[in-house]
């Protein structure tokens, strides 16, 4: 009895790792092959640690074909590489009418307009493709670029020769320089055709149009791309300031002859009445849409909004609500984060949502297990919207059989066994192996290369997992080792390498061992430290050495000025540089590295550029939102509170302590007439 039970489990197992090999290289194929994952990293990460731990059960399933005998092949990247000279944003997102008028709101508030003056939107069509930017020189275009992560894309140009929609000269009176940006599609009719065609020549077909535009324009064969039916809509200008209203962008470009997102006759309509008109438009229309964007008609305004990290405070997406479907929860898992945060993850029975399949999801922490009663086993309602990780949004009770089972996590971490602590207040569980856990090492590693931080091509999380298991790269540093180590078997020789492709991964390594100030302190993975903290850093302190050291010397209070830099921050910040271990890491580091310092965005010989500035009282020109914006962009740091390295500090109504400090400390007061007059005027 017990036999043919046991039996029955070695089964499944093979099963399944027949399945995952099976899925893990259709994964490999798309993602490294036509440039068209899927999945998320996450997922498919999440796919090769199941591989990985089914055959450590059963080391018997393994043979010279699993994806676990390989290194995967570097992504192709027969790009050249294309900066930006304007940086190409993305767009924040709202859901609902409420997160909209909020938006409106923060607008109203950073502008400090009047309640009575109506704020005029353009709203268009969200498409769903890919976006690209065109630069025409003396009316001709000369460079096509994706958008990449937004300062630096592909030099796609070749390509885009091929797309009829985009016009290769602009008519006379276009301007000489100009950049136009929009969106590379797919229409749904031809998408069928497409995939009718791929599928009746035996080839892979595309999962939906998004990813058959980008696979289509990633091509290095531009005859490949010349087939496929590419579409573009123009929607922006990298530089708009020519012109007073995002309307008459949108007439110059149709007089340019871009083709435009067709809008409904937007006359007073509300944004929101606008969203539901689109909603009604969209099963009509012949491309997919995932929602609507909203950009502020004046120009001017739009100027002073300027953006934050890397989205615009004049534009929002307002995306359709999520896709769901209904799936089986097969078993939950944990995953260990970078800092020790334990997630359970949901293994789901895969189905496709929205075009594109998942098997997990996210379930946050314990709390949301328990409050909606999740269990493996349990018929679960899933969502996906955009670009977010899939979540699963309730369990169908009335499904259940009674074979369900009630998840508990323990209080060890997964990986290396370590106590997993939860401290009071906080909603997570965090492993508390630090140095000796390895699945924090190698998610630190992934984090250190990620792409807003060294962004080294060609060193993805798989190999960053493979080079770990290997004992290959075990620290940052070793990354720059790599070139100098004697590997065996050598990277060159092993399946998807090549001389080629070896000798870009460390050119690219080489590449960036000069790095931004603000790109390493982000790098360095500190807990709290974000990319918008990491620049504030590197704005403040301007220089490596110079962060180092206040941070060694545990500079508190100086810190503590930084604009969102709070005590809970500063802990996490001094923690990490007490501790003797992440010094080593930094002075191996440092051996390696050129780290340049900080860059101050704009107006170096604006009269406030380099000086400290505190805001205080309310001002009645503009939101301190926009005065902080506006100081910074002038060269300007921005303080949360007095010191004797204030510069300024500029009063507007109700001034309080902050003016007295002030006087106590004989730092400059200035009044906001006198500001503006100092900045130059709103
Ligand atoms: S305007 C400053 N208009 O959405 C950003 N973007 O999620 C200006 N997109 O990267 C963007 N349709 O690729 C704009 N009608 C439209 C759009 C649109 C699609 C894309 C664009 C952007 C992404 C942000």
């Not at 993602?31 to 990293?41: K, L, V």
């Not at 008519?171 to 229409?187: C, F, K, M, N």
């Not at 009445?273 to 305004?301: C, E, H, M, T, W």
């Not at 996490?572 to 191996?588: K, P």
Request: aromatic content about 8%; proline content about 5%.
């Amino acid at each position: 009895m017990s036999a043919s039970l046991f039996d029955l489990a070695a089964l499944d197992a093979k099963v399944r790792h027949a399945d995952l090999v099976r899925e893990i290289k259709h994964h490999d194929k798309l993602y490294h092959g036509a440039d068209a994952p899927e999945i998320s990293d996450a997922d498919y990460d999440a796919l090769r640690r199941e591989l990985d731990e089914l055959e450590a059960k059963h080391p018997e399933f393994i043979t010279k074909d699993s994806p676990s005998q390989k290194v995967g092949p570097a992504p192709s990247s027969g790009f050249k590489k294309v900066r930006h000279i304007v940086p190409m944003l993305s767009l924040s997102n709202v859901f609902s009418e409420e997160e909209l008028e909020d938006f409106i709101t923060r607008i109203r508030k950073f502008l400090n307009l009047p309640e009575d003056e109506a704020i005029e939107f353009v709203a268009e069509p969200k498409i769903d493709g890919l976006s690209c930017s065109l630069r025409y020189e003396g009316g001709k275009l000369v460079q096509a670029a994706t958008r990449g992560d937004g300062e630096e894309g592909e030099d796609i140009t070749a390509n885009i020769l091929t797309i009829a929609d985009i016009p290769q000269t602009l008519p006379p009176g276009a301007p000489d320089h100009v950049e136009v940006r929009g969106e590379i599609y797919i229409g749904r009719a031809d998408f069928a055709a497409l995939n009718a065609r791929l599928a009746a020549e035996e080839k892979k077909v595309f999962a939906n149009p998004r990813n058959a535009a980008a696979g289509s324009v990633r091509q290095l064969d531009s005859t490949i791309t010349a087939s496929r039916p590419l579409r573009f809509f123009g929607y922006a200008l990298a530089d708009n300031l020519r012109f007073e209203t995002q309307k008459q962008v949108r007439a110059a470009l149709k007089s340019w002859g871009f083709k435009l997102p067709v809008i409904p006759d937007e006359e007073g309509m509300t944004p929101f009445a606008f969203y539901n008109a689109v909603q009604n438009l969209r099963p009509s229309l012949d491309y997919d849409i995932d929602g609507v964007v909203y950009k502020l008609n004046r120009i001017d305004y739009q100027k002073r909004l300027g953006f934050v990290a890397r989205a615009p405070r004049w534009a929002v997406a307002h995306k359709f609500p999520a896709e769901r479907a209904v799936t089986k929860l097969l078993k939950i898992e944990i995953q260990v984060g970078r800092t020790g945060a334990l997630t359970p993850v949901a293994r789901l029975e895969p189905i496709t949502v929205g075009g594109v399949v998942v098997s997990n999801a996210t379930l946050h922490n314990e709390d949301e297990i328990a409050r909606k009663d999740i269990r493996e086993g349990d018929m679960v309602v899933i969502q996906r919207a955009g670009d977010v990780i899939p979540q699963v949004v309730e369990v169908l009770a009335d499904k259940r059989t009674g074979a369900e089972k009630v998840f508990e996590l323990r209080n060890e971490c997964p990986a290396c066994g370590s106590l997993a602590i939860r401290e009071e207040g906080e909603v997570v569980r965090r492993c508390t192996g630090g140095l000796i856990c390895p699945a924090q090492a190698v998610e630190r590693l992934k984090h250190f290369v990620s792409r807003l931080a060294f962004d080294i091509e060609g060193l993805g999380a798989k190999i960053i997992e493979e080079f770990y298991a290997e004992g290959l790269v075990k620290t940052p540093a070793d990354i720059f080792r790599l070139e100098g180590m004697v590997i065996d078997p050598p990277l060159q020789s092993r399946e998807g390498w090549g001389d080629k492709s070896v000798e870009k991964l460390f050119a690219a390594i080489r590449q960036r061992r000069t790095i931004a100030l603000h790109r390493f302190i982000y790098a360095l993975g500190i807990r709290q430290i974000g990319e918008a903290t990491a620049k504030r850093l590197a704005g403040h302190y301007g220089s490596w050495p110079v962060f180092r050291v206040a941070m060694q010397d545990a500079q508190r209070d100086d810190l503590l000025t930084i604009e969102d830099v709070g005590p809970s921050v500063a802990d996490d910040l001094l923690g990490f540089f007490a501790e003797g271990h992440n010094r080593n890491v930094l002075n191996d580091l440092e051996s390696f590295l050129v780290i340049e310092d900080y860059v101050r965005p704009q107006n170096m010989d604006s009269a406030v550029s380099g000086k400290t500035v505190v805001f205080t009282g309310t001002l009645t020109r503009m939101g301190r939102a926009e005065a902080k914006a506006r100081a910074e962009s002038l060269g300007a740091k921005v303080a949360g509170s007095v010191s004797a390295k204030t510069d300024y500090v500029v009063a507007g109504e109700n001034a309080g302590s902050k003016l007295k400090k002030a006087a106590e400390l004989g730092v400059t007061v200035v009044w906001e007439d006198d500001w503006l007059a100092l900045i130059g005027g709103v």
